[in-house]
């Protein structure tokens, strides 16, 4: 029990109209009552130690992978750490090395492919090093980080420009997680990280910028089985670019990028002969400048689309993109697939949920409404994070789902304090309000917290029938394995190859199924 699901427990356990002089005989009473072993004592010291210590040695790493990643690209090229690893100790350790290695490339199929390291995967790779060094791993992983640490040297400004770098990353994923689940406020994140890096740091570019996402060829298929449908774009190229598709026959490098899942630098466009042109209005003598394809890769290493820059607008003579803009490119392209699938599995987390709340009506006629929040996090450390409204759902089974945000704040909702409590400590909460009986039940992600929150309102009755009450608890808990499921899904370690935007589609007709499929299951368990 951590501090909230304790607290939570004693006010469930005293009721909601107990005197105070009762609450301080009860605390009296356990504090008297409630002893421990000395062997208890020491196993609940040893996992608050070792829980310290790997919270310690994630901001250690973490920190030292940023050191490393001074463009922000989102990566570390293997060869070149494994190459550093190798001069550790003078060279002594080079056979723990290539066994961790090996380890590191069963975890992660890809690795061998594309020799990229992902921060997870680098943290992996230092503690397989470290196991492979000694029984001692934290100490292992101390010396590991001196030692690369001290080989990598970055001056102030470089650390500067590092820095404000991830400030524009971070604000991607913010973007995300605050959208309600819709991809807008990703795309004006995108690009204005990038706008404002070729104005900081790129000599004052002029760019332009576009995302086109793989799509099934439904429209014409003797021209390609997939095409790019560009999706997103700044603002002044939206007339050329927006909603356009660009199919495999056509001039152009972007299917090349995708196939080979690499980057494609065009330094100077006006001499390659295969770039396709959207803006027809441009004179043939002003299409000069640059062209950057970027890959779009997902968490398992498939591509799904491109992120496309030029400098075409930029009459300047001198419109390359250099080494550290790109590197920096590559970052936005990686925050920008994060932040695409975190609004993926909260799209289909709502999907999931409506069909939960379908399957729930003709069997709880006693349940008045159900309110779905999910949780956004604060701008910073120090704010709260808010309730986001996102499906009311009355007691005739009718939906509304909320595309204007309606966020909640603790603060500003003292008679739905319940909500933050459920929230708090992943738990069940029950409350009156006005008379009004509710229950919070929380939905949790993989490491148990909520992400999300049923509020079922139940009228005046403080209690459901017992079938309605078994109905229900039923579909709670179908719909928290369906969500297990879904984010399962994205997890890190399987084989590349490329994913089209309709899979996207697939996915969420697939989320609705999930719920009745593990209903299924359940049923055949039973039986």
């Not at 199929?109 to 594309?114: A, G």
């Not at 939906?399 to 400590?425: A, T």
């Amino acid at each position: 029990l951590n501090l909230p699901r304790f607290v939570q427990l004693m006010e469930t356990f005293v009721g909601e109209d107990i005197s105070l002089p009762t609450v301080k005989r009860l605390i009296a009473f356990i504090k008297e009552e409630y002893k421990q072993t000395e062997e208890e004592k020491t196993e609940q010291l040893g996992k608050v130690h070792h829980i310290s210590r790997l919270a310690q040695r994630k901001l250690l790493l973490e920190a030292l992978f940023e050191k490393w990643d001074d463009n922000a690209s989102g990566f570390l090229d293997l060869e070149e750490v494994d190459a550093v690893l190798s001069t550790f100790k003078e060279g002594m350790e080079k056979e723990a090395l290539r066994k961790a290695k090996k380890h590191l490339c069963s975890r992660y199929p890809q690795l061998s492919r594309v020799g990229k390291l992902s921060p997870k995967a680098f943290q992996t790779f230092l503690e397989l090093v470290a196991s492979e060094f000694t029984a001692n791993v934290d100490e292992a992983i101390d010396n590991l980080v001196e030692f690369l640490t001290t080989s990598v040297e970055r001056s102030r400004m470089k650390c500067l420009q590092s820095l404000t770098r991830r400030k524009w990353l971070h604000n991607i994923q913010q973007a995300a997680e605050t959208s309600g689940a819709s991809m807008e406020p990703v795309y004006k994140a995108v690009f204005k990280a990038l706008s404002q890096d070729a104005e900081a740091h790129g000599d004052n570019k002029k760019i332009s910028a576009y995302i086109a996402l793989l799509e099934e060829n439904q429209l014409s298929p003797e021209r390609g089985e997939i095409l790019l449908h560009y999706v997103a774009c700044t603002t002044d190229d939206a007339p050329y670019v927006l909603n356009q598709i660009l199919y495999k026959d056509m001039k152009g490098v972007s299917f090349a990028a995708v196939e080979e899942g690499k980057l494609v630098h065009i330094p100077r466009v006006q001499l390659h002969g295969n770039i396709h042109f959207w803006n027809y209005d441009r004179p043939v003598e002003e299409r000069r400048g640059s062209l950057l394809v970027l890959p779009l890769h997902d968490a398992r290493w498939r591509v799904f689309g491109i992120l496309g820059l030029d400098t075409l607008r930029d009459q300047c003579e001198k419109t390359i993109f250099l080494t550290h803009e790109i590197s920096f490119y590559q970052g936005v392209s990686q925050a920008f697939s994060k932040a695409y699938h975190h609004v993926c599995r909260l799209e289909n987390i709502l999907q999931m949920t409506v069909t939960a709340l379908d399957w729930l009506y003709p069997r709880a006629p006693s349940v008045h409404t159900v309110i779905t929040y999910l949780v956004e996090p604060g701008k910073d450390k120090t704010c709260d994070y808010a309730l986001r409204k996102v499906i009311t759902t009355d007691n005739t089974g009718q939906k509304e789902i909320h595309s204007s945000p309606v966020l909640l704040l603790r603060k500003e909702n003292l008679l739905r304090v319940y909500l933050f409590k459920c929230i708090d400590s992943s738990g069940v909460i029950r409350a009156s309000v006005c008379g009004e009986y509710h229950i919070a039940v929380p939905l949790r992600d993989l490491s148990g917290q909520a992400l999300g929150i049923f509020d079922i309102s139940i009228g005046h009755r403080q209690k459901l029938p017992p079938h309605e009450h078994t109905d229900l608890q039923k579909m709670l808990k179908m719909a928290q394995a369906a969500c297990s499921e879904i984010l399962k899904m994205s997890l890190e370690e399987t084989e590349p190859t490329y994913v089209l935007e309709a899979e996207h589609v697939a996915n969420l007709r697939h989320a609705g199924i999930l719920f009745h499929q593990f209903m299924l299951q359940d049923l055949r368990e039973c039986v």
